[in-house]
């Protein structure tokens, strides 16, 4: 039996884009496809920050809703949008190989880190981090998909916003005078992105699993395993980056304050087959070197 996969998506530019590559590759292996985009909450509500919407999976729900109802079959995401706990009767199907996890600077002159400056983030993560190195810098809220922040920092009076890297190239409008971030803890699972499916929908998981990366699938496990167990989501800054060299995988786990005052980190290698159950071990480490007081301290606030 086949049938057409209709594959949702956000209907942002970079959305499409991923969904539009997914499709690609299930037509390459010879499945039927059609593109079904749907507006999320986290697009249509730009006033506020992420943080302040107390939506879990704020860019994913919309999808989540449409396949449980039967209008889509799969789902394509920015993997690091979707929450570490997926709804039930749905799961992940296939992780495609990971772009750059790399936070950028995008400025509008000639820019310096010793000045006042004011640099634009929607990130609690971003946020903290660049207020942990630069405490005599302002950071300022920043929300919509990648043009529209790109707009807003063309016409704003800021000195710079903070972007994926992937999120530009993959849409072309990584600018030539970038400033590489690459001292910034990425999020977790940040350049990587994820398909999922119906869990009693054997046709389209055997379809989806195949554009699998098992390298990235482990990394961003990892990664997002140590969120998990940190209760991070999106009202704590936390970061987290995997990757795999001989038979290693190389972690490095942040937890920082609101404010970036305070900062814990983890760095450690990890045999590759000793990888399950890693990133939970990892986020153990943070939470009992002070994680634990810093997470308790950064709810009250919230």
Same mark, same amino acid.
């Given at each position: 039996?086949?049938?057409? /996969?209709?594959?949702?998506?956000?209907?942002?530019?970079?959305? $499409?884009?991923?969904?539009?590559?997914?499709?690609?590759?299930?037509?390459?292996?010879?499945?039927?496809?059609?593109?079904?985009?749907?507006?999320? &909450?986290?697009?249509?509500?730009?006033?506020?920050?992420?943080?302040?919407?107390?939506?879990? #999976?704020?860019?994913?729900?919309?999808?989540?809703?449409?396949?449980?109802?039967?209008?889509? +079959?799969? =789902?394509?995401?920015?993997?690091?949008?979707?929450?570490?706990?997926?709804?039930?009767?749905?799961?992940?199907?296939?992780?495609?190989?990971?772009? @750059?996890? !790399?936070?950028?600077?995008?400025?509008? &002159?000639?820019?310096? *880190?010793?000045?006042?400056?004011?640099?634009?983030?929607?990130?609690?993560?971003?946020?903290?981090?660049?207020?942990?190195?630069?405490?005599?810098?302002?950071?300022?809220?920043?929300? #919509?998909?990648?043009?529209?922040? %790109?707009?807003?920092?063309? +016409?704003?009076?800021?000195? #710079? =916003?903070?972007?994926?890297?992937?999120?530009?190239?993959?849409?072309? %409008?990584?600018?030539?005078?970038? /400033?590489? %971030?690459?001292?910034? &803890?990425? =999020?977790?699972?940040?350049?990587?992105?994820?398909?999922?499916? %119906?869990?009693? +929908?054997?046709?389209?998981?055997?379809?989806?699993?195949?554009?699998?990366?098992?390298?990235?699938?482990?990394?961003?496990?990892?990664?997002?395993? *140590?969120?998990?167990?940190?209760?991070?989501?999106?009202?704590?800054?936390?970061?987290?980056?995997?990757?795999?060299?001989?038979?290693?995988?190389?972690?490095?786990?942040?937890?920082?304050? $609101?404010?970036?005052?305070?900062?814990?980190?983890?760095?450690?290698?990890?045999?590759?087959?000793? @990888?399950?159950?890693?990133?939970?071990?990892?986020?153990?480490?943070?939470?009992?070197?002070?994680?634990?007081?810093?997470?308790?301290?950064?709810? !009250?606030?919230?």
């Amino acid at each position: 039996m086949s049938k057409v /996969i209709r594959i949702g998506t956000r209907d942002s530019e970079l959305a $499409l884009w991923q969904a539009n590559t997914v499709k690609t590759r299930l037509e390459s292996l010879g499945y039927v496809t059609e593109l079904v985009a749907v507006k999320s &909450t986290g697009d249509l509500e730009l006033t506020k920050p992420l943080y302040e919407l107390g939506i879990t #999976g704020i860019f994913t729900k919309t999808l989540d809703i449409a396949m449980l109802n039967g209008t889509i +079959d799969v =789902a394509v995401h920015s993997m690091k949008d979707v929450p570490t706990l997926l709804p039930k009767a749905i799961v992940q199907t296939a992780v495609l190989e990971r772009a @750059s996890a !790399e936070d950028i600077l995008v400025t509008k &002159t000639d820019f310096n *880190f010793n000045w006042n400056c004011t640099i634009a983030t929607g990130s609690l993560r971003r946020k903290a981090q660049w207020l942990n190195r630069y405490p005599h810098h302002e950071v300022v809220g920043l929300r #919509g998909n990648v043009n529209t922040r %790109l707009k807003k920092l063309a +016409d704003s009076e800021w000195d #710079g =916003a903070i972007f994926a890297r992937a999120g530009l190239e993959r849409i072309n %409008l990584l600018p030539s005078d970038f /400033i590489s %971030l690459n001292w910034m &803890t990425p =999020a977790p699972a940040q350049g990587a992105m994820v398909v999922v499916a %119906l869990q009693d +929908d054997d046709y389209c998981i055997q379809a989806t699993k195949q554009l699998n990366h098992k390298e990235s699938d482990i990394c961003t496990r990892v990664e997002r395993e *140590f969120l998990q167990v940190l209760e991070g989501g999106c009202t704590a800054p936390i970061g987290a980056y995997a990757r795999i060299t001989n038979n290693n995988i190389l972690f490095k786990g942040i937890l920082l304050s $609101l404010d970036g005052g305070t900062k814990i980190e983890t760095e450690k290698i990890v045999a590759l087959n000793n @990888s399950e159950g890693a990133g939970k071990s990892l986020a153990l480490e943070i939470l009992e070197n002070g994680g634990k007081e810093l997470m308790k301290s950064i709810k !009250e606030s919230s």
